[in-house]
């Protein structure tokens, strides 16, 4: 009789990754125009091993996997965030998440949207106050202007900065 194993990791083994002297062979029969059945063949690995290492060698010009965890954004989200902070700047990050999971279906947290927009160069920043103007400021303001309104360039300007030239 046969035993079965509880354990997933004891029926099913994930082999290693291949090592760079095993990489090497692979890319150079592939440039010596051997098919990828000899290639295995010759080298003792599975095809679509074989056929992963070609395909990741024509995509990314190297067999070594990126370091790194995957990015949860692709360029066509990072590109839709952007036109929807462009659109109006004052969304919350909370509301930009739910708006990107209802137009893109992109399931992400409120934080992953601030890291990216931080990575665009978007921060989040309190708008300056501009101080009202009152009447009566205003009005100084207009007679100051009107005092001076017949001043040439030399009068207004101080000698340093304006050279002598005659217009």
């Known amino acids: 009789m046969q035993t079965t194993s509880t354990n997933i990791g004891e029926r099913m083994g994930r082999s290693q990754e291949l090592s760079d002297s095993k990489r090497g062979p692979v890319i150079g029969g592939h440039l010596g125009n051997k098919s990828i059945r000899d290639i295995s063949w010759l080298l003792n690995i599975p095809r679509s091993t074989v056929s992963g290492i070609i395909t990741k060698w024509k995509q990314l010009g190297t067999t070594q996997p990126p370091s790194g965890r995957p990015r949860h954004m692709t360029g066509r989200g990072q590109r839709m965030l952007k036109r929807t902070v462009r659109r109006s700047h004052q969304l919350s990050a909370e509301s930009i998440a739910k708006d990107l999971q209802t137009w893109c279906g992109l399931q992400m947290s409120p934080t992953t949207v601030r890291r990216e927009l931080h990575g665009m160069g978007f921060h989040g920043r309190a708008a300056g106050s501009k101080p009202s103007i009152t009447k009566c400021n205003a009005k100084r303001?207009?007679?100051?202007?009107?005092?001076?309104?017949?001043?040439?360039?030399?009068?207004?300007?101080?000698?340093?900065?304006?050279?002598?030239?005659k217009f």
């Open 141 to 165: 303001q207009m007679l100051w202007c009107k005092a001076r309104r017949h001043w040439t360039l030399e009068r207004y300007l101080p000698d340093c900065i304006v050279p002598s030239v």
